[in-house]
């Protein structure tokens, strides 16, 4: 049903580690897209994920990152057999050079890793379809929403397909409001013809290295407003310190407690996730633990979320 974009950051990879029974629990599948040079950290994630018996689709022809020109290390690592592919499988990015051929071709490379179409720019839908033939009903597909629009994911009906939108607009955090929506999606991913839905948690679709210094800090949470028909929206805590890019642990402070007086009035519609204890207990300790793993709270609050709304 819910399949979270990742990319292989080391925080990232910690969420998926820290979720992992929860994903499985819930019938949801990450997508990871690995952006390092080193796979133990994936290795980690996709062990955990194997532990709970759930399932991830790993991406080996990444877009990003340190695998962007050859992902001959990440099909290495899947052929290597240390996951099943009934818990791990092969996700093909097709992007807007490839040829059907080549789509095929990878394909057929991890064809004993449950292959998925992960659609992302690539231009010739119907060929492929048309390829597929007979095997079209068995395959997967993966489609990012500002790629694919409905007339192109009309040629894979009848396959499994996915639709991952980017409901996170990233901007400079000084500049986020208060509050804006993130999506209806997994409210209206049936509607849409979809048997699944996805996205980019609160990390957004834009890859970046790493931020400079960080002039606002702001944290980013989720919620589902039951009032306006289950869209989910985003609250954006931003400290009040906007112009100097010193004391991120003083403007943390400021964000995290704007946060928690959100909480307090007992109407911000967030659900008190495990994630939302430690945001209260960091708090109350008034501790700073770095702004990755505030990041990777907001994203394992985000999916704790989902699986409060689907349980």
Same mark, same amino acid.
């Given at each position: 049903?819910?399949?979270?974009?990742?990319?292989?950051?080391?925080?990232?990879?910690?969420? *998926?580690?820290?979720?992992?029974? !929860?994903?499985?629990?819930? /019938?949801?599948?990450? *997508?990871?897209?690995?952006?390092?040079?080193?796979?133990?950290?994936?290795?980690?994630? !996709?062990?955990?994920?194997?532990?709970? $018996?759930?399932?991830? *689709?790993?991406?080996v022809n990444p877009d990003f990152g340190d695998h962007a020109q050859d992902g001959a290390d990440i099909s290495a690592f899947l052929k290597?057999?240390?996951?099943?592919?009934? /818990?791990?499988?092969?996700? *093909?990015?097709?992007?807007?050079?490839?040829?059907?051929?080549?789509?095929?071709?990878?394909?057929?490379?991890?064809? $004993?890793?449950?292959?998925?179409?992960?659609?992302?720019?690539?231009?010739?839908?119907?060929?492929?379809?048309?390829?597929?033939?007979?095997?079209?009903?068995?395959?997967?597909?993966?489609?990012?929403?500002?790629?694919?629009?409905?007339?192109?994911?009309?040629?894979? %009906?009848?396959?499994?397909?996915?639709?991952?939108?980017?409901?996170?607009?990233?901007?400079? /955090?000084?500049?986020?409001?208060?509050?804006?929506?993130?999506?209806?999606?997994?409210? &209206?991913?049936?509607?849409?013809?979809?048997?699944?839905?996805?996205?980019?948690?609160?990390?957004?679709?834009?890859?970046?290295?790493?931020?400079?210094?960080?002039?606002?800090?702001?944290?980013?949470?989720?919620?589902?407003?039951?009032?306006?028909?289950?869209?989910?929206?985003?609250?954006?805590?931003?400290?009040?310190?906007?112009?100097?890019?010193?004391?991120?642990?003083? %403007?943390?402070?400021?964000?995290?407690?704007?946060?928690?007086?959100?909480?307090?009035?007992?109407?911000? $519609?967030?659900?008190? &996730?495990?994630?939302?204890?430690?945001?209260?207990?960091?708090?109350? %300790?008034?501790?700073?633990?770095?702004?990755?793993?505030?990041?990777?709270?907001?994203?394992?609050?985000?999916?704790? &979320?989902?699986?409060?709304?689907?349980?």
């Open positions: 049903m819910y399949h979270p974009y990742f990319r292989g950051k080391q925080f990232e990879l910690l969420t *998926i580690r820290e979720t992992a029974a !929860l994903l499985a629990a819930s /019938n949801f599948v990450p *997508i990871i897209e690995p952006v390092r040079e080193a796979l133990t950290g994936l290795g980690r994630a !996709l062990k955990s994920i194997c532990e709970a $018996n759930g399932s991830a *689709i790993v991406i290597a057999g240390a996951f099943d592919s009934h /818990n791990v499988a092969a996700g *093909i990015l097709l992007k807007k050079e490839m040829s059907v051929e080549g789509a095929l071709a990878y394909h057929d490379e991890h064809a $004993n890793h449950a292959p998925v179409f992960v659609h992302a720019g690539f231009l010739d839908a119907k060929a492929l379809a048309e390829k597929l033939g007979e095997k079209l009903g068995e395959s997967k597909h993966v489609f990012l929403e500002e790629h694919c629009g409905k007339p192109y994911r009309k040629h894979f %009906k009848g396959a499994t397909r996915i639709l991952v939108r980017d409901g996170f607009k990233r901007q400079r /955090n000084a500049d986020y409001p208060d509050v804006e929506q993130f999506s209806d999606l997994h409210v &209206t991913y049936e509607e849409e013809g979809m048997n699944g839905f996805g996205d980019f948690l609160i990390v957004g679709n834009d890859y970046t290295e790493g931020g400079g210094p960080a002039y606002a800090v702001a944290i980013h949470l989720t919620y589902i407003d039951p009032s306006r028909d289950d869209v989910m929206y985003t609250y954006h805590f931003v400290s009040e310190t906007r112009d100097t890019p010193t004391d991120p642990a003083g %403007k943390f402070s400021q964000a995290l407690s704007s946060l928690v007086k959100k909480l307090d009035t007992g109407e911000s $519609n967030v659900y008190e &996730t495990e994630a939302v204890a430690e945001f209260r207990d960091l708090h109350a %300790k008034e501790h700073f633990p770095g702004l990755g793993y505030v990041k990777k709270l907001s994203m394992k609050h985000h999916i704790e &979320t989902l699986a409060r709304y689907f349980a």
